[in-house]
């Protein structure tokens, strides 16, 4: 376990020491106690959604939630797939601090404090469900892509020893209908030695060699929010706080959408029907879940966060990958804005004003001190760095421009965005251009030698966070 204290303050005090158990928690005296919500789409791109204009796709739980709440106009995840940005909304950190460089590299370490871990500390009660991907959930069982191989045993971090006490999880991708059954090549992302009919060979892990076995038909986001309901009832029946994340494997390959999913995009491509289908699908459980707080009575005091982990799958729109960018450059895998800006809402009924529109840049490594913040725990004491800072003041409308950048680094690319200001790299940070994206969102024309001061500010702002991420990557922050 882990020590937690109150407020909100990133720093980058590092102390060493190797990786080890975790520290007993302390519980602060909470501010206050709202529920927390954390629902993500899996390469969801920025133009995937109604209320963004997309001239087909229908979300309108997703409209509803923008109407109601505040809508992010650079919301970014932290990294171009999903494991990386995953742990950064666990955590708060880059995930190349501890070792999560891609798909299916790395773990959440033991010495990571998580969101599970952080409210637990406060009395909360957790459940994780949906695509885990941040770490394999058994040594036994051969299934998805490293779980039960010996050469993966070190990879070993389930939910439920990272401060969840209920869990509906698979180690990575599942099919978007039947999730358990493999389904025909046609649907994308289909490996060769899988047999349509057949097993996936991805289960849905409830705890330590507990696989789910009922209730899996039909429509993945449904089969997850039929388990993260009864979590919820729950902990409302027992008089509990709760953090409720639900991971969504929506739109990620393969894609298959039910016959009544369709039926709305009739008219469309069979490939467009299965896309849109599954979004909407997924929008009408969101739906579901709304309702339901409103029903429970636990609306105003519930906070919701609604992202993607990336943009759209495909080097373009074809096939099963039909999500857009709306006209950005780069798509998943790419640290061009097409890439990593993705939706971002947060709804808070009677806390945030309805029809808030946040245009400062935020990013998944603000939720944890965003909710570090509301719940008062002071992050200083953890002494480690945290590249996230709290967006509710960007959301109250106290404060306007970000003072800490955005900084990224995946694969041989690099980045940092400063409010209207981006540079970016695909040397691994040997060369880079200045794009102001406000003027220039499809970062076309290169503003590094008309505004030396700037792009060298930038240049050594990325530098100093590139030496603090590799001194935490040698477990100086535990």
Request: hydrophobic letters at 35%.
């Amino acid at each position: 376990m882990k020590s937690i204290i109150r407020g909100l303050l990133a720093v980058s005090i590092l102390i060493r020491c190797s990786e080890k158990p975790k520290k007993q928690e302390v519980a602060p005296v909470a501010q206050e106690t709202p529920n927390i919500i954390l629902l993500m789409a899996d390469d969801q791109g920025w133009g995937d959604v109604g209320y963004n204009g997309h001239p087909h796709l229908k979300t309108p739980n997703l409209d509803a939630m923008a109407v109601e709440g505040a809508v992010f106009e650079r919301f970014y995840a932290a990294s171009a797939v999903c494991s990386p940005t995953r742990g950064s909304v666990m955590t708060g950190r880059h995930p190349l601090r501890y070792g999560i460089c891609h798909a299916n590299c790395g773990h959440i370490k033991p010495g990571e404090i998580t969101l599970g871990e952080m409210v637990k500390g406060l009395g909360y009660t957790t459940g994780h469900f949906g695509k885990w991907h941040l770490g394999t959930l058994t040594r036994d069982t051969i299934e998805a892509n490293r779980g039960g191989r010996p050469k993966f045993d070190g990879d070993y971090a389930p939910p439920w020893e990272h401060g969840f006490d209920v869990s509906f999880v698979t180690e990575s991708k599942v099919p978007t209908w039947n999730p358990m059954v493999t389904p025909p090549k046609s649907s994308g992302d289909v490996s060769g030695h899988l047999k349509e009919g057949m097993p996936f060979n991805t289960s849905y892990w409830t705890g330590p060699g507990q696989i789910a076995v009922d209730n899996l038909e039909g429509d993945d986001s449904r089969v997850i929010m039929d388990r993260a309901i009864p979590f919820i009832e729950k902990a409302v029946k027992n008089k509990k706080a709760f953090l409720s994340v639900i991971w969504f494997h929506t739109p990620h390959l393969p894609v298959l959408a039910g016959d009544e999913e369709r039926k709305s995009y009739a008219g469309l491509s069979e490939d467009q029907q299965h896309y849109y289908g599954v979004v909407s699908a997924m929008d009408k459980q969101i739906g579901r879940l709304r309702n339901k707080l409103r029903d429970l009575g636990i609306a105003e005091n519930t906070v919701l966060f609604y992202t993607s982990d990336n943009g759209p799958e495909g080097k373009s729109v074809d096939g099963r990958t039909q999500g857009v960018t709306k006209g950005l450059k780069g798509r998943k895998r790419s640290l061009y804005e097409g890439g990593i800006r993705v939706p971002g809402i947060m709804e808070w009924t009677g806390r945030i004003k309805p029809g808030t529109k946040v245009e400062a840049p935020c990013f998944t490594s603000d939720y944890f001190p965003t909710i570090a913040n509301i719940l008062g725990v002071d992050l200083a004491e953890n002494n480690r760095p945290y590249d996230g800072v709290d967006m509710f003041p960007f959301v109250s409308g106290e404060q306007k421009r970000r003072e800490k950048p955005l900084a990224f680094d995946f694969q041989g690319q690099a980045a940092l965005i400063d409010n209207e200001y981006k540079i970016y790299s695909d040397d691994k940070g040997k060369n880079f251009t200045l794009y102001n994206l406000q003027n220039d969102a499809a970062e076309s024309v290169d503003l590094a030698g008309q505004q030396p001061e700037k792009f060298n500010e930038m240049l050594a702002y990325w530098h100093q966070w590139k030496t603090s991420q590799k001194r935490s990557a040698l477990g100086e922050d535990y």
